[in-house]
Every structure is written in C-alpha cells, then in structure tokens.
Nanobody, 126 residues
C-alpha cells in the first residue's frame, strides 16, 4: 500500500525560504511521476511542480516559476519542494502526489495521480 507523508509546513516570512518533504513508502520502481499540488481556502487544487522518475524532466507552474525547486531522492524515497521568496499568496495546504504512469502531458492534472498525502499547511505572512 502506497503511503505519502508530507512534512516541513508551518509559518514562514515573506521573502524567506521554506522546504517541504514527502516520504513515500510502498512505492515500487521509484514512481514514474511525482508532484506537488496546493489548495488555498476557497480555491481549486492546483499543481505547482512535477518531476519524472529520474528527475530528467521537471515542471513548475507559471504562478510560481523561478521560486520553486522540485527534487527527488529515489534511494531515500523522498520528494522535496524548496520555495524561495515565498509570498502571502503561497499560503495553502500543500499535497504530495504520485503516479505509476509516466506522464508526457497533463502532469498537473490531479486525476492522473492516484496516490496522495494528507497535506501540510504552509502559511506565509508579510
């Protein structure tokens, strides 16, 4: 059974930095694609970063481009998200997601990811 557990959320100051981690278990083969999504109150869940199994392909959403770095360590079964210069509008619940299917397109479509963590709250204050 696949389990994803996020950590690293909490409060951050605008302009600082933040690092989120996701520990995966029961996930064989390194996992074809993994991603970070976020959902702010009253808004739809949106994909912010995605990464292929060997990290040869990474994607970040336009809304956060240049401020997010996604990485993974398959030996440790972990996924990370480093956020530089967070803004108050980055306040949201952040979710780790995983797929066993290699995604050539639609890597920010939530329904392509059958496995989800419980989420970690990030609150950025100005």
């Amino acid at each position: 059974q696949v389990q994803l557990v996020e950590s690293g959320g909490g409060s951050a100051q605008a302009g600082g930095s933040l690092r989120l981690s996701c520990a995966a278990s029961g996930y064989t083969g390194g996992g074809a694609f993994m991603a970070w999504f976020r959902q702010a109150p009253g808004k739809e869940r949106e994909g912010v970063a995605a990464i292929s199994s060997t990290a040869s392909r990474t994607y970040t959403a336009d809304s956060v481009k240049g401020r997010l770095t996604i990485s993974r360590d398959n030996a440790k079964n972990t996924l990370s998200l480093e956020k530089n210069s967070p803004k108050p509008e980055d306040t949201a619940m952040y979710y780790c997601a995983a797929s066993n299917v290699y995604l050539w397109t639609a890597y920010f479509a939530a329904n392509n990811y059958p496995y989800w963590g419980q989420g970690t709250q990030v609150t950025v204050s100005s």
